[in-house]
C-alpha cells in the first residue's frame, strides 16, 4: 500500500474497514484451505492416490511423520525416558512394563533411518550389530 492508500484509509474508516474484513475472510480462506488439505490427507494414503500429484505430497507427509517419531523419542530417551506405544504414559527408559496400562515394553534401543539403532538411553548411534551402546554402555539388545 503507497502513501495515497494509507491517507485514503485514514479519511474514510469505512475503507479501513473493509480492508480489516477482507483480510479476515481471507484468513479464514487460508484455513478452510488447511482444514480440507488435513482431512484429505488423514483420509488417504499414497497408495489411495496413486499415480496423481497427490501421491508425492502424501508420502512425504508419512516421512515427515516418522521422522518427528524418531526424534521425539530420541529426546525422550537422552532425557532418561520413554513412552508407552500403547497408551503415551511417560516411563522412566529401563522400565520393562507401563505401571498405566500393563503393556510389556520393547527392548532399549531405536531404529535410525539407515537401519542401524540408535540408543535409547543417551541417542548415539550404534554399527548395525552392535550390543553394547558406544556412548552409555547401556545393552542394545
Known amino acids: 500500500m503507497g502513501v495515497f492508500d494509507k491517507r485514503n484509509q485514514m479519511e474514510n474508516p469505512e475503507v479501513a474497514e473493509c480492508e480489516r474484513q477482507i483480510a479476515a475472510l481471507n484468513q479464514q480462506k487460508l484455513e478452510t484451505y488447511q482444514q480440507i488439505g488435513r482431512a484429505f490427507a ?5 497408495e489411495t492416490v496413486q499415480g496423481t500429484p497427490y501421491e508425492a505430497m502424501l508420502g512425504e507427509l508419512l516421512r ?28 522412566v527408559l529401563d522400565s520393562g512394563f507401563c505401571n498405566k496400562c500393563g503393556e510389556k515394553l520393547e527392548p532399549l534401543f531405536l531404529p535410525g533411518e539407515d537401519g542401524r539403532k540408535v540408543c535409547g538411553r543417551c541417542g548415539t548411534p550404534c554399527e548395525a550389530g552392535a550390543v553394547f551402546c558406544t556412548g552409555c554402555g547401556n545393552r542394545l539388545d
Do not use: H, M, W
Not at 42 to 46: A, C, G, K, L, V
Not at 64 to 91: H, S
Open 42 to 46: 488423514e483420509s488417504n494414503t499414497p
Open 64 to 91: 515427515i511423520g516418522r521422522e518427528t517419531d524418531f526424534y521425539e523419542k530420541r529426546k525422550l530417551a537422552v532425557q532418561g525416558l520413554r513412552r508407552c506405544e500403547k497408551c503415551g504414559n511417560i516411563l
